[in-house]
């Protein structure tokens, strides 16, 4: 016998008969969190405004000059990368609110894990740009040293970072610290069995960190649909921790929004996962071209909510700011720009024996080995003058 | 198609389109492979003339990306899955050891995994962390898979469309640097079995043998060692899962003499175990130790000490002169 | 500047200051799919009683004979494996109701993929159960033919076969077909990043699967606390399909619930998830000694929601059945018993040769090479009578 | 703890007693390592004695125990992991091959990983699929990882100790069918290198090299071949990467042969690399090729077929012959 038989039987489809595909998300309008509009006016929040109450003129002019370097430094590197300086560079080009808001809303002793493109965030902690750019031109796979910014190296295998942020916030909870730890990563890593064990592990732990995913809305050439059909902030509750979506072109709400998620952390409330909605408005590196995936108007269509611009225009019109700061920042980008200019070009290759060092802290017979032989085989294209 | 001289890339590119048109149930799936044409552009076009249905998108998981394709081979599909670069192949390593690896053997036989993964592979495009790594020795190990890899456009061609036929996983590593040499591709032609090292130069004094990117390596060597006087035969090997031992076998015996060349770190890589194997299969025609040239014990470094890790004419032609100088 | 210092600063707690600790997933009571007490009394549910609207007493006789029968196979196999004939039996005990509901709502071409406890479910695909038993004695890994009951080889890796399921039922709904997949998995497995894909590439895809969860409430020792700190149903909404508890002691709420959500994925609606919230009555294998991790109050208080008790209750008093019926099933299972007993203490050794054998389908130079050599040096023990 | 005969997992568990005595920065952590003690009892009491803040549970999903131990190590602690089964270490082998091994060296040794991984392996249990595993090869290939493996329970004892101790990465492999066997320890004793072969017996004709389980199955094979009249050296290894290739040269310079044996198949196994390493550095004292006992190129097969699969008396025996025969 089997049961089966007795519920009603919808009749059997066709072959070939399409299924409905998979819904669209739906628009974020009304679940975003937003604080300044694109046109740069102030919108009341009631949960949220606490977290910028108080903040001043002085502050918002910090937050500007904070975007407006980071995008030069980031249009500085495309363009090394173009003149062949850099092998490869990963713009973040529109995401610089999510990056500044979320960066500075954190205190030195919180900890950061970022993935390859957190320019922004790097800048807020203190990390000479410079030093972001060793990796992509190729003369080291990291070039500083985490735990003197409390900003982790880049981390290029997706996902892989959410665990370690995981990690390094149960050891804060083990040592009763009350800082917190801060995970970036993109839409696309969404998808990754790492970060969905990382919701767990943080969640079960209570662990005080907070998962910072901006979706940029394009994981290089594929839409988040196709990494989820609801919006990914949503994510979170099956877990047991709350998740928020935020406008990530608003660099006020990012700020507010990441406070609320990082005091959520320091008084042992757990986890938390904030959507900054954002979008890529260059290539995903210099390597892509967004041109076979997407249309321009997408883009354009972004360029009205620039996240530079709007905070523009709320200094321009809400408060003191005069003509003379915005020259000043002018000036200041330029002189970033050359100064980056010039450490790339004068950055030297490393050392050839630099590939074996490093590789284990306490040594390992093999490395020796290979080394010596290294060694001996360079030796051995001494010129015939040297040799004698 | 007819015969034309076309790149590696190219190559497989026409050879997915026509396992795709001449069989259904052909399906490619990966990151990016659809409009985008992948970060090669190896499936460039697939998506337009085959549809999403066939040329599918992937959300970005390594894991359930082979661990769905295996779901779909065993509902009678034969997916053809990229792996983005050679780095990104990990988190989908337990899918592919416990699972695509052991299915057929724990189903005794009773169901089939013609599963491809594609993995651009090797190092020399001066890229970044994770996108040069060679680590084919890390599924030769694990039986129940095979592992191939072309050096040429022609091979390409023919090993993705053998690959694809195949009711094995057949983990198929394209030399990344190598995706815009050219060569003649004949899709009329017959070819050879899939495992079989090719003999690409003949030679008296010592036997070269490499696969994937080294194999245009060795030739050079070969080249530049005759100038000297040195007659070097070069092996392509093509296969690393299972090593056409018979081939490089023939030619030791005739030359006394073999260096092992690969991108892979030596320790634990192919050449420990061609190695291993020719020694016990040629111990008293060995007139050397049969040498390694590959890559040292150490993460794959940054670009611009690239040159100085992998295996290059120098290297190679100076373990060819420790071998000649037994 | 640093914005940071612009809200309001929590003082920082002293080192050594607890976090609160996790929450405790609330009581499942409101939230249960209940369709039977454990008194054997029938609750009404507006949403699921028509998925059993119309079943006869005949096939709710059907469901017992089908527990008590996996009851009896699954107790035969334990004390065969406490016989030594058995290298390891994972029991179902507990679980009957979840398995046996879910397993009848299956329609014949539907695709099942199991862990390594879902007897049950085999039960119900007309499996063999003494082909169960070949992997757990050691003579092969997975002794039937997935396709002949459309029923998967036992997944010992957690999670793994979610995906499998999640690809299958991407080809059903490529091939236009009407039927379902379901893949089960185990509280413990809810945690696997597999299983989190799963969620995903089956949202995205729209694929026609069914996951059911049974929570047994036990990983091996862990509590299902160690593993998330929310009801598991709940996951399933932030990947964007429905999730919904049964109680998985309710072998009528296991039915109607796998038969709705199997006629959801029919309909081309999708993924869902069902947690059938049960318990391990039993050790987790015969390896395990739960005494050291749990106290037996806990057991017996699950004795008293029996899945197949509470079933009988029902029938003898709501329906025609007579004790006649009881007496032939108990005979029927003693038979059931008898045989697997015999068939497994005949079941012979596997050919030595066996270890080359379907390595590959199309075979590998390398296994050739290895059985001659094996084969050779089996040979050179050849008895000297054998020999000459 | 006075000098007392234990048993291997008893050794492991006093080790590790008295590394998180000794640290307070010392966390076990795994799936069921707490109340249970671990599937095979080593991590007993434990829990108990040092809390659940030390002695962790963890969610059942390996790439996130392994991930979150490398933030733990970021944040100062020294995890040791456990992985139950070796068949169940692939899901975290992503974050041991991409970032564990690799994350010192990415730092420019900045930051610094000290991490153990304890993985009991091998078989001769009768169990279940997936159980009874020997990967060690798919860690020696990888840069960054140290790869230990005791024998007995004195190595065993003191091995966790230095792997512990140890600011590098150390998979720690568990010959698990040699929990029970016992041996003597002594933790006041000081211990050599961790990475140094022993000579466990002495012998003139041929070595035999191995390490963990099989180390006793090549003692009882020195015992069969001396009442035969041939004399065998015992090397144990303890560590597959890195080898101490010296040790073994140097046995080999002595008796001129060498079999080496484990449980993982052979096919790029540890014995290939010993093979060719030693071959190019004995090339002229070998008087027969380097061979080869481990397992066949298969999956590890059901349980009533472990002992044909698995290297045993015989089996190594018969290599024996077959290197003398030379
Ligand atoms: C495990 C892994 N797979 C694939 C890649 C290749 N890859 C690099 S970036 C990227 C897309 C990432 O998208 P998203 O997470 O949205 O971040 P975004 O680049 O948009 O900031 C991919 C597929 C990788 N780095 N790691
Ligand atoms: C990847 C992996 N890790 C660990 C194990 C060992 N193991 C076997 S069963 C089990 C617990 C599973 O718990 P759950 O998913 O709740 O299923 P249940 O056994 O309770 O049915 C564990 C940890 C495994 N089989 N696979
Ligand atoms: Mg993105
Ligand atoms: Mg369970």
Redesign the interface.
Same mark, same amino acid.
């Given at each position: 016998m089997t049961v089966e038989s007795t519920a009603a039987r919808k009749p059997r489809r066709s072959a070939g008969t399409k299924r409905t595909s998979a819904k669209k998300p739906p628009s974020p309008s009304t679940e975003l969190v937003q604080l300044l509009t694109p046109e740069g006016k102030r919108v009341k929040h009631a949960e949220y405004d606490p977290y910028v109450a108080d903040i001043t003129p002085e502050e918002l002019r910090g937050l500007y000059r904070d975007m407006v370097l980071t995008r030069r430094f980031d249009a500085e590197a495309t363009s090394l990368q173009r003149q062949g300086e850099l092998?490869?560079w990963a713009s973040l080009l529109g995401q610089e609110a999510a990056q500044i808001g979320s960066g500075r809303a954190l205190r030195d002793d919180d900890y950061v894990f970022p993935t390859y493109r957190e320019h922004g965030v790097a800048w807020c902690r203190g990390v000479d740009p410079t030093n972001l750019l060793?990796?992509?031109?190729?003369?080291?796979?990291g070039g500083w040293d985490p735990n003197s910014n409390n900003f982790h190296l880049y981390t290029?295998?997706?996902g892989s970072q959410t665990l370690h942020a995981t990690g390094y916030a149960m050891g804060v909870a083990k040592d009763g610290a009350d800082s917190a730890v801060i995970a970036y990563f993109g839409d696309?890593?969404s998808?990754?069995?790492?970060v969905a064990e990382s919701f767990t592990f943080s969640a079960v732990y209570n662990a005080p960190v907070v998962f910072f995913c901006q979706n940029n809305q394009w @994981? $290089?050439?594929?839409p988040t649909e196709?990494?989820t059909r609801v919006p990914l902030y949503q994510r979170a509750q099956g877990y047991g921790f709350p998740g928020v979506r935020v406008d990530g072109n608003d660099v006020l709400a990012c700020l507010a929004v990441t406070k609320w998620a990082l005091e959520r952390a320091r008084r042992g409330e757990g986890p938390t996962l904030v959507e900054a909605f954002t979008y890529r408005m260059g290539a995903h590196t210099t390597?892509?071209d967004p041109s076979?995936?997407r249309h321009d108007d997408e883009r354009l269509s972004w360029e009205a909510k620039d996240p530079i611009q709007r905070l523009r225009s709320y200094l321009a019109s809400e408060t003191d700011t005069n003509e003379g700061f915005f020259g000043e920042l002018e000036a200041e980008s330029e002189a970033l720009g050359r100064r980056v200019r010039e450490v790339v070009r004068a950055m030297p290759?490393?050392d050839?024996f @630099? $590939?074996?060092e490093n590789?284990y802290a306490d040594g390992?017979a093999?490395?020796d080995e290979?080394r010596a032989q290294?060694a001996a085989?360079q030796a051995?294209?001494v010129t015939e003058g040297e040799g004698e | 198609m007819a015969a034309e001289k076309m790149a590696l890339a190219k190559a497989i590119n026409e050879s997915l389109r026509t396992a795709l048109d001449a069989d259904p149930k052909v399906l490619i799936m990966g990151?990016?492979v659809?409009?985008?044409?992948g970060?090669f552009r190896v499936t460039d076009g697939l998506q337009k003339d085959f549809g999403e249905?066939r040329v599918i998108?992937?959300?970005?998981?390594e894991?359930?990306i082979?661990?769905?394709?295996?779901?779909?081979?065993?509902?009678?599909?034969r997916p053809v899955v990229e792996i983005q670069f050679d780095?990104?192949v990990?988190?989908a390593?337990?899918?592919i050891?416990?699972?695509l690896?052991?299915?057929?053997?724990?189903?005794?036989?009773?169901?089939?995994?013609p599963v491809v993964i594609r993995i651009p592979y090797g190092g020399g495009i001066?890229?970044?962390?994770?996108h040069s790594e060679s680590p084919e020795?890390?599924f030769?190990?694990v039986?129940?898979l095979?592992v191939v890899s072309p050096s040429n456009a022609s091979d390409a061609y023919w090993m993705m469309q053998q690959a694809v036929h195949?009711?094995?996983p057949v983990i198929f590593f394209e030399p990344k640097r190598r995706y815009w040499d050219k060569a003649e591709v004949d899709p009329e032609a017959i070819p050879g079995p899939l495992?079989k090292a090719r003999v690409v130069r003949e030679g008296s004094d010592l036997t070269l043998a490499a696969y994937g990117p080294m194999v245009k390596v060795c030739q050079e060597v070969a080249n530049a060692a005759q100038e000297e006087g040195k007659s070097l035969e070069v092996l392509d090997l093509r296969s690393v899962?299972?090593?056409?031992?018979d081939t490089v076998q023939a030619s030791v015996q005739k030359t006394g003499r073999l260096v092992v060349v690969h991108e892979?770190?030596v320790?634990?890589?192919?050449?420990?175990?061609i190695?291993?194997?020719i020694?016990?299969r040629c111990?008293y025609h060995l007139e050397?130790?049969?040498?390694?040239v590959g890559g040292?014990?150490?993460?794959y470094?940054?670009?611009?000490?690239e040159d100085?890790?992998l295996p290059g004419l120098?290297?190679v032609l100076?373990a060819v002169d420790r071998s000649l100088a037994?």
């Amino acid at each position: 016998m089997t049961v089966e038989s007795t519920a009603a039987r919808k009749p059997r489809r066709s072959a070939g008969t399409k299924r409905t595909s998979a819904k669209k998300p739906p628009s974020p309008s009304t679940e975003l969190v937003q604080l300044l509009t694109p046109e740069g006016k102030r919108v009341k929040h009631a949960e949220y405004d606490p977290y910028v109450a108080d903040i001043t003129p002085e502050e918002l002019r910090g937050l500007y000059r904070d975007m407006v370097l980071t995008r030069r430094f980031d249009a500085e590197a495309t363009s090394l990368q173009r003149q062949g300086e850099l092998g490869l560079w990963a713009s973040l080009l529109g995401q610089e609110a999510a990056q500044i808001g979320s960066g500075r809303a954190l205190r030195d002793d919180d900890y950061v894990f970022p993935t390859y493109r957190e320019h922004g965030v790097a800048w807020c902690r203190g990390v000479d740009p410079t030093n972001l750019l060793g990796m992509f031109r190729g003369v080291n796979n990291g070039g500083w040293d985490p735990n003197s910014n409390n900003f982790h190296l880049y981390t290029i295998v997706i996902g892989s970072q959410t665990l370690h942020a995981t990690g390094y916030a149960m050891g804060v909870a083990k040592d009763g610290a009350d800082s917190a730890v801060i995970a970036y990563f993109g839409d696309g890593a969404s998808s990754q069995g790492d970060v969905a064990e990382s919701f767990t592990f943080s969640a079960v732990y209570n662990a005080p960190v907070v998962f910072f995913c901006q979706n940029n809305q394009w @994981a $290089i050439s594929e839409p988040t649909e196709k990494q989820t059909r609801v919006p990914l902030y949503q994510r979170a509750q099956g877990y047991g921790f709350p998740g928020v979506r935020v406008d990530g072109n608003d660099v006020l709400a990012c700020l507010a929004v990441t406070k609320w998620a990082l005091e959520r952390a320091r008084r042992g409330e757990g986890p938390t996962l904030v959507e900054a909605f954002t979008y890529r408005m260059g290539a995903h590196t210099t390597s892509d071209d967004p041109s076979r995936y997407r249309h321009d108007d997408e883009r354009l269509s972004w360029e009205a909510k620039d996240p530079i611009q709007r905070l523009r225009s709320y200094l321009a019109s809400e408060t003191d700011t005069n003509e003379g700061f915005f020259g000043e920042l002018e000036a200041e980008s330029e002189a970033l720009g050359r100064r980056v200019r010039e450490v790339v070009r004068a950055m030297p290759d490393p050392d050839h024996f @630099a $590939i074996f060092e490093n590789v284990y802290a306490d040594g390992h017979a093999l490395v020796d080995e290979e080394r010596a032989q290294f060694a001996a085989y360079q030796a051995s294209f001494v010129t015939e003058g040297e040799g004698e | 198609m007819a015969a034309e001289k076309m790149a590696l890339a190219k190559a497989i590119n026409e050879s997915l389109r026509t396992a795709l048109d001449a069989d259904p149930k052909v399906l490619i799936m990966g990151e990016d492979v659809g409009k985008l044409g992948g970060v090669f552009r190896v499936t460039d076009g697939l998506q337009k003339d085959f549809g999403e249905d066939r040329v599918i998108d992937t959300p970005l998981a390594e894991s359930g990306i082979v661990g769905t394709a295996i779901g779909l081979a065993l509902r009678g599909y034969r997916p053809v899955v990229e792996i983005q670069f050679d780095g990104f192949v990990f988190p989908a390593y337990d899918q592919i050891v416990t699972q695509l690896a052991k299915m057929h053997a724990r189903a005794l036989g009773k169901i089939k995994l013609p599963v491809v993964i594609r993995i651009p592979y090797g190092g020399g495009i001066g890229a970044v962390e994770h996108h040069s790594e060679s680590p084919e020795a890390l599924f030769a190990h694990v039986a129940g898979l095979k592992v191939v890899s072309p050096s040429n456009a022609s091979d390409a061609y023919w090993m993705m469309q053998q690959a694809v036929h195949s009711d094995d996983p057949v983990i198929f590593f394209e030399p990344k640097r190598r995706y815009w040499d050219k060569a003649e591709v004949d899709p009329e032609a017959i070819p050879g079995p899939l495992h079989k090292a090719r003999v690409v130069r003949e030679g008296s004094d010592l036997t070269l043998a490499a696969y994937g990117p080294m194999v245009k390596v060795c030739q050079e060597v070969a080249n530049a060692a005759q100038e000297e006087g040195k007659s070097l035969e070069v092996l392509d090997l093509r296969s690393v899962s299972p090593i056409d031992f018979d081939t490089v076998q023939a030619s030791v015996q005739k030359t006394g003499r073999l260096v092992v060349v690969h991108e892979a770190p030596v320790f634990f890589g192919s050449g420990a175990e061609i190695a291993a194997r020719i020694t016990e299969r040629c111990f008293y025609h060995l007139e050397a130790p049969v040498l390694r040239v590959g890559g040292y014990h150490a993460p794959y470094p940054p670009a611009r000490l690239e040159d100085e890790y992998l295996p290059g004419l120098d290297r190679v032609l100076d373990a060819v002169d420790r071998s000649l100088a037994y």
